[in-house]
């Protein structure tokens, strides 16, 4: 039986505020709570995971640095690029971390094979990968059983912050988006091909907010 679960489609938000929101979310859930998928973009920042280290940021500008609290290294997020937060119930979906970060990446691929790119997750850095250029950064926190934080895909954005960065903390790593790969997806599209990638994987009966 699939477990509903409620999508927000929340447009642009600021990167901390949604951070906080979504830890007041987590620590007032309880299990008769639903769990969600909030959609979004961020405004330009980049974000440094809980075990971040400081090398990792190279030349960041004028763009705002995050300490964060999920996991993994460096990251940029801006317009044009696709967030998905999952503030799920680990024991409804009946995961585990590591098999719930691999059903995020085989949404992903999926997603891409719907648009004929073939892509690849890595077991030494997790995320999604064309042709060794990352496409998706995934990064999670755990809490009483509760996840929050989530993935990002990048659509059609601009892709120079990344250089400002070691992204996830390999230098050099090569970034690309579905718009350099001929594929022009907007935000609403993107995200309903996610959220039904998501839920086909995690058993999850999808339920879109207003």
Request: charged share 20%; hydrophobic share 40%; glycine share 10%.
């Amino acid at each position: 039986m699939p477990v509903p679960v409620i999508i927000r489609n929340l447009g642009q938000q600021d990167y901390l505020q949604t951070w906080q929101a979504m830890q007041r979310f987590t620590n007032n859930r309880k299990p008769d709570i639903p769990s969600e998928i909030w959609l979004l973009e961020h405004p330009p920042v980049f974000t440094q995971g809980q075990a971040g280290k400081a090398e990792h940021l190279l030349d960041p500008g004028t763009i705002p640095v995050v300490q964060s609290d999920r996991g993994g290294q460096i990251t940029y997020h801006g317009p044009g690029q696709l967030i998905a937060y999952l503030l799920l119930d680990l024991k409804s979906v009946d995961r585990g971390i590591r098999g719930l970060v691999t059903d995020m990446e085989q949404s992903v691929i999926g997603l891409l094979a719907e648009h004929g790119i073939p892509a690849a997750s890595r077991p030494d850095a997790p995320g999604v990968y064309v042709d060794k250029s990352k496409i998706a950064a995934l990064g999670l926190r755990v809490r009483r059983g509760y996840t929050y934080h989530g993935l990002a895909l990048n659509l059609d954005m601009d892709l120079e912050p990344f250089a400002r960065i070691n992204p996830c903390g390999y230098p050099g790593q090569a970034v690309t988006r579905l718009k350099d790969l001929g594929v022009d997806l907007d935000m609403d599209q993107a995200g309903r091909e996610l959220v039904a990638q998501l839920c086909r994987r995690l058993n999850l009966q999808p339920r879109w907010q207003t």
